[in-house]
């Protein structure tokens, strides 16, 4: 199967959207690329609509967060060209505490559990989502699960001490 | 409910027929909780349908009721110990989900795996897909009134359970494989069930075909019933047999081939209308191409000159027998290493997706280098295409909406995580 042409894709990408697009790397397992915050929903619908790059397929989006960096909240989202076989990762972080982004459900019906499930998790706010709610968690939790801060026990337990088998 | 009001406005507003018409605009709509325990769902799964009589005008899904927050847990736990929350997502199919894991680890510490092991893990897969479409078709016809072929098929779902106790010792959430290959080698008995299963299932399948297939009663049940065109199912992330059944010929096992999956012969079935009963068809369609796929793994294994080897040579990975652990230094040491996680593994993100009983399984690891991930995210293919439910369901009968679920084959494990 002919898979696309990457430099082509990230020369393009850089014309388009200049600044917005932070770092492009191809060393791990499929081209990734970290975009701003504020143009990812304008690349990922350039990556969508663009007739030859034609990534249609939103195969899986989940929050990202790395306390000990500056912008520590992510978003990794991966697309799928199916026809060309081919795969990108995009990633878009943030130094705010309770980052908004622009929602994907415009784009991909798909995306909006996928988006609901890392506000669920992560706190995400998607600016436009249809109906932003909690998905696997019990409505009345309090805090977002998947953020490192958060205990693996439950925190309002006073009889068990998991201090010693934290990473 | 509505009728019965009808008649007794008609009853008592005898003389004005004006006021009845007022009251047919009126429309008065049911509401009706379907699940979260209801012996149709075939599962945790809750439903609100907003109905007018049979008819449904809307749906809402409410999911999370088994949730178990694997995420979370897979960031505690060592690599080696996450397959046992794999096992328990698509319970169905689980050696596929622990393969899958043990594959994604494998792509990280890039480890090459002996082709013989890739051979056996293939024959395991292809059963555990065939126990898989077993269970989702033969539910498919319990749920449209025909409960016999159901009764008959799954003594071959039980043979399959029977292969994975001998492969492994578990039958529902299996734990099998290890990181680098397989925990021991198949049996004589193990190859002795197998071969019987090959030989002899056909003619059981065929016997359920031939009870539904051109069946007149399961073909008007299932045909246009909770359909799905191809642009909207890849608009709505379908994969597996439902994106196949609307008429995207995309299977992973083609198109990102793991496990030398490259040198086998296999077709990938399609459908047109993206329906239930080109859905039951397409894992039908499976079914006879697994059993395809097993031949062709057994015949790649005679022709091969290894016979022995079940597990490549990572030692920093793959634990060493128990009986070498307690009578050789250099097997205690390793056996120490791994479980104390002291092993060296890459820092680096990788994704690798396999072909689950029903879509793309695909595991997202985030290593920084420790003994456990570092964020870790199951990409479950029921999750992502179970919110077009609603959307399938919306105008068709109650009945229609139950069948079109068992169709999909929405597990709950596996959408709850």
Known sequence: MIELNIELLESKLKQHFNEAILSTNSDSDMFTIEVSKEALHDVLRFLKEDAYFNFHYLTTLCGLHYPDQEKSFGLMIQLHNMPENTRIRLKSFTNDQEPTFKTMTDLWPAANWMEREAYDFFGFRFSGHPDLRRILNMDSLEGWPLRKEYPLEDPFRKDKDDKMFGR | ?417
């Not at chain 2, 019965?4 to 406005?9: D, I, P, V």
């Not at chain 2, 018409?21 to 349908?49: C, D, M």
């Not at chain 2, 596929?96 to 395991?124: F, S």
């Not at chain 2, 695909?362 to 991930?373: E, K, L, M, W, Y």
């Open chain 2, 1 to 417: 409910m509505y009728c019965r009001k009808l008649e007794q406005r008609k009853m008592t507003n005898n003389q004005s027929p004006n006021r009845i018409n007022t009251a047919l605009q009126e429309k008065e709509y049911t509401t009706l909780n379907l699940g979260p325990t209801h012996p149709a769902t075939h599962g945790i799964f809750q439903n609100v349908l907003k109905m007018d009589g049979e008819l449904i005008i809307s749906a809402e899904s409410t999911i999370g009721y088994i949730h178990r927050a694997f995420e979370k847990l897979a960031e505690r736990r060592p690599y080696y110990q996450i397959t046992t929350l794999t096992d328990r997502m698509n319970y169905c199919s689980s050696p596929i989900n622990n393969l899958g894991w043990h594959m994604a680890v494998e792509k990280l510490a890039d480890i090459e795996i002996p082709k013989r092991v890739q051979y056996l893990r293939v024959i395991i897969m292809e059963l555990a897909r065939i126990s898989d479409h077993i269970i989702c078709n033969s539910v498919i016809g319990v749920d449209s009134g025909a409960m016999t072929g159901f009764l008959y098929i799954f003594q071959w779902r039980e043979y399959i359970y029977e292969i994975y106790e001998e492969l492994c010792g578990a039958r529902l959430t299996t734990n099998l494989g290890r990181i680098g290959g397989l925990e021991r080698d198949f049996s004589d008995i193990a190859w002795e069930k197998i071969k019987y299963f090959l030989k002899e299932f056909p003619a059981g399948l065929k016997e359920f075909e031939n009870l539904l297939v051109r069946n007149r009663i399961f073909m008007d049940r299932t045909i246009a019933c909770g359909p799905i065109s191809a642009e909207r199912a890849l608009e709505y992330s379908f994969s597996g047999p439902n994106l196949r059944a609307a008429g995207v010929d995309y299977d992973v096992r083609v198109m990102n081939p793991y496990c030398s999956y490259e040198e086998f012969e296999f077709t990938i079935p399609i459908g047109t209308n993206g329906d239930t009963y080109d859905r039951f068809m397409v894992r039908q369609r499976e079914m006879w191409e697994s059993l395809s796929i097993i031949q062709q793994a057994i015949d790649k294994l005679d022709k091969l000159e290894d016979k022995t080897s079940y597990h490549a040579n990572v030692p920093e990975f793959f634990l060493p027998p128990k009986e070498e652990v307690y009578t050789s230094m250099e097997a205690l040491i390793w056996h120490f290493k791994i479980v104390m996680g002291e092993t060296t593994i890459p820092k680096k993100e990788i994704y690798h997706a396999v072909e689950g009983g029903n879509g793309e399984l695909g595991f997202f690891i985030v290593s920084d280098g420790g003994r456990t991930p570092y964020r870790c995210h199951f990409r479950r293919p029921c999750y992502i295409y179970y919110q077009a439910y609603p959307e399938m369901i919306k105008g068709s009968m109650l009945s229609d909406a139950i069948l079109t679920m068992s169709s999909m084959n929405v597990i709950a494990g596996e959408l709850d995580a």
